[in-house]
C-alpha cells in the first residue's frame, strides 16, 4: 500500500538552529499538508500546499515556518530559527484531490520527532 | 466546518463490539463525517467517511442518524492494536485540499 515517508524519524537541535524536515508524499497525490503535535495535545494543522504554493495555513505558520517542494518527490518543512516550543512531532500527509469519493482522504507519515534543546 | 463533540475515553473488552459516538449537530448539507485514528503518537490513520448514507469498509462500520446530526463509529470485532485515540471531523463534501481539524477525540481503551 502507498505510504507517505517521513525523514528524519527524530532529530535533536540546539535553540537558534535552522531544521529541514523531509516528506515523500504519495506520487500521484496533488495536496500535501504539514501538521504538528505538541506531546500531549492535539494533532494541529500547520500547512497545505497545492501546485506549488501554499494554498492554507494557519496562525501557528508564522514567518519561522516555510515549505518547498524542491523536486517532483520531495516536499520539505523548514523552521528557520527553531525555538524550544516548537519541539513536537511534526506529520506530513498528502492526498488525492482527484478521483472522487476518496480525493479528500489525507494519508499520514509516521511522523518526525523533533526536540529542540 | 461543524464542530463536533466526543467522549473523551471508553473501554471495550477485545472481541467486543467498539462502538464510539459523535454528535455533530451543527453540520451543514455539504459536510462529510471523517473518522480517523491515532495509535501511539504514530501518524493519524483514515477509517471511513461517509455522507448521510451507512458504510462500511474492511476497518469498521460508519452509523449516521438520519438527522444527520449524529454518528457511531463501529469496530465490530475490537482487538488490543485497536486501542487507540480516534477522531471524528466533519468536513466539506469532497473540498480537495481542506485541513483537517483535530479534536480531543475518543481515547479507547480495549482490554482483554
Known amino acids: 500500500e502507498p505510504e507517505v515517508t517521513q525523514t528524519p524519524s527524530h532529530q535533536v537541535t540546539q535553540m537558534g538552529q535552522e531544521v529541514i524536515l523531509r516528506c515523500v508524499p504519495i506520487?500521484?497525490?496533488?495536496?500535501f499538508y504539514w501538521y504538528r503535535q505538541i506531546l500531549g495535545q492535539k494533532v494541529e494543522f500547520l500547512v497545505s500546499?497545492?501546485?506549488?504554493?501554499?494554498?492554507?495555513k494557519s496562525e501557528i505558520f508564522d514567518d519561522q515556518f516555510s515549505v518547498e517542494r524542491p523536486d517532483g518527490s520531495n516536499f520539505t518543512l523548514k523552521i528557520r530559527s527553531t525555538k524550544l516550543e516548537d519541539s513536537a512531532m511534526y506529520f506530513c500527509?498528502?492526498?488525492?484531490?482527484?478521483?472522487?469519493?476518496?480525493?479528500?482522504?489525507?494519508?499520514f507519515g509516521a511522523g518526525s520527532r523533533l526536540t529542540v534543546l | 466546518d461543524a464542530k463536533t463533540t466526543q467522549p473523551p475515553s471508553m473501554d471495550c473488552a477485545e472481541g467486543r463490539a467498539a462502538n464510539l459516538p459523535c454528535n455533530h449537530s451543527?453540520?451543514?448539507?455539504?459536510?462529510?463525517v471523517y473518522w480517523y485514528r491515532q495509535i501511539h503518537s504514530q501518524g493519524p490513520q483514515y477509517i471511513i467517511h461517509g455522507l448521510k448514507n451507512n458504510e462500511t469498509n474492511e476497518m469498521a462500520s460508519l452509523i449516521i442518524t438520519e438527522d444527520r446530526k449524529s454518528s457511531t463509529l463501529i469496530l465490530p470485532h475490537a482487538t488490543l492494536r485497536d486501542t487507540a485515540v480516534y477522531y471524528c471531523?466533519?468536513?466539506?463534501?469532497?473540498?480537495?485540499?481542506?485541513?483537517?481539524?483535530f479534536g480531543g477525540g475518543t481515547r479507547l481503551m480495549v482490554k482483554p
Open positions: 506520487s500521484n497525490h496533488l495536496y
Open positions: 500546499f497545492y501546485n506549488n504554493e501554499i494554498s492554507e
Open positions: 471531523i466533519v468536513r466539506v463534501a469532497n473540498n480537495a485540499g481542506n485541513m483537517l481539524t
Open positions: 451543527t453540520i451543514s448539507g455539504n459536510e462529510y
Open positions: 500527509a498528502s492526498s488525492p484531490g482527484t478521483g472522487g469519493r476518496g480525493a479528500n482522504v489525507l494519508t
